[in-house]
């Protein structure tokens, strides 16, 4: 099975670099223009299956991918963050500047967010329940940049620290193969016609 992992487009939150974390942020236009691009290269891959994250931004994109019936998964929301929510990241950067770090790496915890072990591991398990079904080869799994991080770190064992953040409408792709223990990262981070390696979280 390939999962074709595709972060939102850009949210209103976004543009103000806050951090969302679970809040139910919706697109902004330039998120919905992103979207639009991406939809194109969904298509050729042709995913007999969609799942997305219940929250409007991921629900939204993965409609206009062209899956408005992708089934919802709340165990793909994003990482809590707790009290960071709605806070401007420049901001948190110069309060806290040790923390935000470490928290980008997975090694702090805001108060009432939640631990990137069982983020990772609440991410990890919804996969490997879509990938235990076996009944398609390409799976469109629409979330956030949080969680495909967590993919990455959870299937390939890629430490926070050593991943930029996933821009906004971009496409990150595994190859899962039956008893192939070790999943094969083919693509990370594609936006067609554009690079962008400054996303916000």
């Given at each position: 099975?390939?999962?074709?992992?595709?972060?939102?487009?850009?949210?209103?939150?976004?543009?103000?670099?806050?951090?969302?974390?679970?809040?139910?942020?919706?697109?902004?236009?330039?998120?919905?223009?992103?979207?639009?691009?991406?939809?194109?290269?969904?298509?050729?891959?042709?995913?007999?299956?969609?799942?997305?994250s219940d929250l409007a931004r991921a629900r939204e994109t993965a409609?206009?991918?062209g899956h408005p019936r992708a089934v919802l998964l709340p165990e793909?929301?994003?990482?809590?963050?707790?009290?960071?929510?709605?806070?401007?990241?420049?901001?948190?950067?110069?309060?806290?500047?040790?923390?935000?770090?470490?928290?980008?790496?997975?090694?702090?915890?805001?108060?009432?967010?939640?631990?990137?072990?069982?983020?990772?591991?609440?991410?990890?398990?919804?996969?490997?329940?879509?990938?235990?079904?076996?009944?398609?080869?390409?799976?469109?799994?629409?979330?956030?940049?949080?969680?495909?991080?967590?993919?990455?770190?959870?299937?390939?064992?890629?430490?926070?620290?050593?991943?930029?953040?996933?821009?906004?409408?971009?496409?990150?792709?595994?190859?899962?193969?039956?008893?192939?223990?070790?999943?094969?990262?083919?693509?990370?981070?594609?936006?067609?016609?554009?690079?962008?390696?400054?996303?916000?979280?």
């Amino acid at each position: 099975m390939r999962l074709l992992l595709v972060r939102h487009g850009q949210s209103v939150w976004n543009a103000d670099r806050r951090l969302q974390g679970q809040a139910d942020i919706a697109l902004s236009e330039a998120g919905r223009a992103q979207a639009r691009a991406l939809a194109p290269v969904i298509a050729a891959f042709a995913p007999e299956r969609a799942v997305s994250s219940d929250l409007a931004r991921a629900r939204e994109t993965a409609a206009l991918l062209g899956h408005p019936r992708a089934v919802l998964l709340p165990e793909l929301r994003e990482h809590s963050v707790g009290l960071w929510e709605g806070r401007a990241i420049p901001s948190i950067m110069a309060e806290t500047p040790g923390d935000y770090a470490l928290w980008r790496g997975g090694r702090f915890t805001p108060e009432g967010g939640e631990p990137w072990e069982s983020f990772t591991a609440r991410v990890t398990s919804a996969l490997r329940a879509e990938h235990a079904r076996g009944d398609c080869r390409n799976l469109l799994v629409v979330c956030h940049g949080g969680v495909i991080r967590a993919v990455l770190h959870g299937l390939l064992g890629l430490a926070p620290t050593s991943l930029i953040p996933v821009a906004p409408a971009s496409l990150t792709t595994l190859m899962l193969r039956a008893g192939d223990p070790s999943p094969r990262l083919e693509l990370l981070n594609y936006r067609p016609g554009e690079i962008d390696l400054d996303a916000p979280d």
